[in-house]
C-alpha cells in the first residue's frame, strides 16, 4: 500500500508532545538535493536552518546515512548532531568514531577492489572510496543500462570483491562488508543514545527502507514514531509502500522541517498546542 501524501503535520503534532523527539534522517535526496557529481552535494539551506531551530527547542538530531562519516559532516554542518555513516557501520558521537574492529580489514579490501577496476574506463562512472565500502556512480554515465554491465563486470573480475555484498541505490552499486549493520541497526542504536521518547525518520532510497523497518520495531515496543518517504521521479515503489506519509522532493521536506519548528516555536518544547495549517 503506498503512503499518503503529508499536506499538513497535524499528523507529526503527537511526535512534539513526547518530548525528547528525535530526527534521525538520510542525506542525499532527503536533505540535500541530488547532483551528478556526489562531492557536490550538500544539504540545502532552509534543511539546515530549519534544522539548527529545532536543535534550539530541543529536538535532538542525527543523520544516518551511505557517506563516509567525514564527508557526511561536512555536508550537514551544523555542531552537536550524531550520525551514522556507511549505512551504519560505524557511528560518530560527541567527536568520536565508534566502529567495530572487524572494519580494519575490509578497508585493505575495498582498497584492493578499487586497484582491480581502475583500469576499466567505463564513461561517466564515479569509483568513491569510503573506507570499508566502495561505491560506483553512474548518474553521469551516457547509458545507465551499459554503465551497470559494466560496473558488473568489472566487480565480477576482482577477486577482492567477492569478500563482500553488493547493494544498489539512486544511480549507484555499492559493496558493503557483510556485517548485521544497517541504517536500522543504526535508527535504534542513535535512538538509545539521544534518550529520545519519539522518532521522526526520513529517506528517500531504498536503502532506507531498514530505517523505517527499525522505527516499526520500536512502535511495536511501545516508542511512538512516524516514517516519512520522499518522492522523486526516480524512487524505488519500496519506499513509498514503507513509509506513513510522504512529501515531494527536499522541497517537501523542508516545508516539513520549518512547519514543525513554527509549531514548537508556537507551543514551546512540550509541542503542546492546537495544531498547524495545511499545506498549500
Known amino acids: ?34 547532483v551528478s557529481n556526489p562531492e557536490d552535494a550538500h544539504i540545502s539551506v532552509r534543511s539546515r536552518e530549519a534544522l ?10 542525527a543523520f544516518i546515512t551511505g557517506r563516509a562519516v567525514e564527508k557526511a559532516r561536512q555536508m550537514v554542518g551544523l555542531p ?19 566502529a567495530p574492529e572487524v572494519l580494519r580489514e575490509y ?7 578499487i586497484a582491480d577496476v581502475c583500469g576499466t574506463q567505463i564513461p561517466g562512472v564515479i569509483v568513491e572510496d569510503k573506507g570499508p565500502v566502495v561505491a560506483f556512480h553512474y548518474r ?23 569478500a563482500f555484498l553488493l547493494q544498489e541505490g539512486r544511480k549507484v552499486l555499492e559493496l558493503r562488508p557483510p556485517l548485521p549493520l544497517d541504517k536500522g541497526t543504526a535508527l535504534s542504536g542513535l535512538a538509545a543514545r539521544m534518550g529520545v521518547k519519539a522518532v521522526l525518520c526520513m529517506g528517500d ?5 531498514d530505517m523505517f523497518r527499525g522505527v516499526n520495531l ?10 516519512i518517504g520522499v518522492w522523486s521521479p526516480e524512487v524505488n515503489p519500496i519506499v513509498l509502500e ?39
Open 1 to 34: 500500500m503506498t503512503a499518503e501524501e503529508l499536506r499538513s503535520i497535524e499528523p507529526l503534532l503527537p511526535l512534539l508532545r513526547q518530548p525528547p523527539l528525535g530526527i534521525l534522517s538520510d542525506i542525499d535526496g532527503t536533505l540535500a538535493p541530488i
Open 107 to 113: 578497508v585493505g579490501r575495498a582498497r584492493q577492489v
Open 218 to 227: 520500536m512502535r511495536a515496543e511501545g516508542m511512538l514514531g512516524r516514517n
Open 52 to 61: 539548527r531551530g529545532l536543535m534550539a527547542q530541543g529536538v535532538q538530531v
Open 140 to 162: 553521469k554515465a551516457p547509458s545507465e543500462a551499459e554503465a551497470l554491465a559494466a560496473i558488473r563486470k568489472a566487480i565480477a573480475g576482482s577477486g577482492a570483491a567477492k
Open 205 to 209: 532510497d531504498a536503502t532506507d527502507v
Open 242 to 280: 514503507s513509509t506513513d506519509y510522504f512529501v515531494r522532493g527536499v522541497e517537501g521536506i523542508e516545508w516539513m522541517l520549518e512547519e514543525l519548528l513554527r509549531a514548537l516555536a508556537e507551543t514551546g518544547p512540550s509541542g503542546r498546542g492546537t495544531g498547524a495549517p495545511a499545506r498549500r
Open 80 to 98: 552537536g548532531t550524531m550520525f551514522a555513516g556507511n549505512h551504519g557501520l560505524n557511528i560518530w558521537d560527541n567527536g568520536a568514531l565508534d
